[in-house]
């Protein structure tokens, strides 16, 4: 108990981890209100660089999380990112925020992203880009690129984001910190702003693997909104996490290796799979044949759903006219006006749909031991490259999207994904991607966490001097 104590003491509070946060509140090393002005004071200091808060609440209490800027927050300016949104105050809570105030966590601020979620680099926010704490000529990634710069700053004790494409996974690779994507279906989309609701997913950015599976548990569980959703919580054994991973199969794509994939990046991930195997993973060759077409399909069936889902913002209901959406939110709403209009529904749509099933087919069979490789989880890259300069590829969208094309099968499989740190290249972060099996969460964190613990990437912080 002493040495606990003594461990807790010795650190930065905002540096602390999720579980060393608790314990520290637990064993009255520190109460809320210094857990709380500690981080209010860092945010003050850092954020007007960062830009990774749009809303701060300077009377936050209990365990400060910030919040993406799509999750509604009853009495909280919520944006999305947009100046549609510009005055909107929710008058109530999404259901992650509901089951975090039970668990006494409370709202710190509201945290930057892509407009309407629309984006890879955090450059599409109306209310200016979120810069990458590594180096703040860089993007943080996107679309939640302000919860990735917040938890990589050590400006919340962790932070929520949503996922369509690998829009927390990819930011927290190119920031260095922890994201999980779950199974679709895992936790509750209500009162999360959509954008493409088949695959929309709300999910943790933290500090440590251990404090995913944490957050993972006190948001997940269905509620009377979201019919999709499971209503079994996540409960992670700790014998489970902790139990290494000696004798599972770790299955790596081939078609994860190919051509477009920046070397310094290869080579770090290549050495992260040689570590798990050198703890005793079995690493088996796979195909993911049908990975060719998801960017293609992706981009057809995500822009019909936005299509969809945005003729809402008519200028009534919410007060500012159409005119105020940026230009990737245009271009999306246009690319899948056409792809659902008449004459074009069955050439575009209709065939996406089916790659979208030939590729949850293909992770079926490299999971199934009676019908592939029998594999527990796959691994690979998460992003093709670390993070690139502020905009280099504002002017160039196929090439900004391509910056998704690892994350993009997982989502439209609807299986769970993890990013966890693994190294550096060119002195930026990358981010080692775990997939596993639908409703497996379990599975990826326990590697996840075996990985982290054999390693001291967690413990490596950005050098913020100004």
């Not at 104590?5 to 109460?31: D, P």
């Not at 065939?351 to 490299?366: G, N």
């Not at 972060?429 to 099996?437: A, C, E, F, S, T």
Request: hydrophobic content about 35%.
């Amino acid at each position: 108990m002493q040495n606990s104590k003594l461990q807790v003491k010795n650190q930065n509070l905002t540096g602390l981890t999720l579980i060393e946060t608790l314990r520290g509140l637990k064993e009255k090393i520190f109460s809320e209100e210094e857990l709380n002005k500690a981080y209010l004071n860092k945010i003050a200091k850092l954020n007007p660089k960062l830009n990774a808060f749009l809303k701060i609440e300077k009377n936050s209490r209990g365990i400060p999380a910030a919040i993406k800027d799509c999750i509604l927050t009853k009495g909280i300016k919520t944006t999305a990112g947009s100046k549609i949104l510009s005055n909107f105050v929710p008058p109530y809570n999404a259901t992650v925020i509901e089951k975090l105030l039970e668990q006494k966590v409370n709202v710190i601020g509201k945290t930057n992203c892509d407009e309407f979620t629309m984006g890879s680099s955090g450059e599409n926010s109306a209310y200016g880009p979120t810069k990458n704490p590594w180096d703040l000529n860089k993007v943080p990634g996107g679309s939640s690129s302000g919860s990735a710069a917040a938890v990589a700053a050590d400006l919340c004790t962790f932070a929520l984001g949503t996922d369509t494409g690998g829009s927390i996974r990819q930011p927290a690779s190119l920031c260095g910190v922890v994201g999980l994507r779950p199974s679709y279906g895992r936790v509750s989309r209500y009162g999360t702003i959509a954008m493409a609701s088949s695959f929309d997913q709300i999910g943790p950015l933290t500090k440590s693997v251990e404090d995913a599976a944490l957050v993972l548990e006190w948001i997940s569980g269905g509620d009377n909104y979201d019919s999709n959703c499971r209503k079994e919580k996540f409960t992670m054994q700790p014998g489970k996490l902790r139990g290494g991973i000696k004798g599972l199969k770790v299955g790596v794509p081939k078609e994860f290796f190919s051509q477009g994939l920046e070397g310094g990046v290869e080579k770090i991930i290549r050495d992260a799979i040689k570590k798990l195997e050198e703890m005793g993973a079995e690493i088996i060759e796979v195909s993911l044949p049908s990975c060719e077409y998801a960017m293609a399909a992706y981009y057809i069936l995500v822009p019909s759903e936005i299509s969809s889902n945005y003729a809402r913002y008519d200028g009534i209901r919410f007060g500012n006219t159409r005119e105020n959406f940026g230009d990737e939110v245009k271009r999306r709403i246009m690319l899948g006006t056409f792809a659902l209009s008449t004459g074009y529904y069955d050439d575009y749509f209709a065939k996406a749909a089916r790659v979208r099933t030939l590729i949850r087919q293909d992770f079926q069979k490299a999971f199934g031991p009676s019908t592939g490789s029998g594999c527990d989880v796959i691994v690979g890259p998460v992003s093709p490259t670390t993070a690139w300069n502020l905009g280099e590829k504002v002017i160039d969208p196929l090439a900004m999207y391509m910056a998704d094309i690892y994350t993009v099968p997982g989502n439209l499989a609807g299986i769970p994904g993890l990013s966890v740190p693994c190294g550096f290249s060119k002195g930026l972060p990358v981010g080692l991607q775990i997939l596993g099996k639908q409703w497996d969460e379990e599975t990826i964190l326990q590697v996840g966490y075996a990985y982290e613990q054999a390693t001291s990437r967690r413990k490596e912080k950005p050098k913020l001097s100004f």
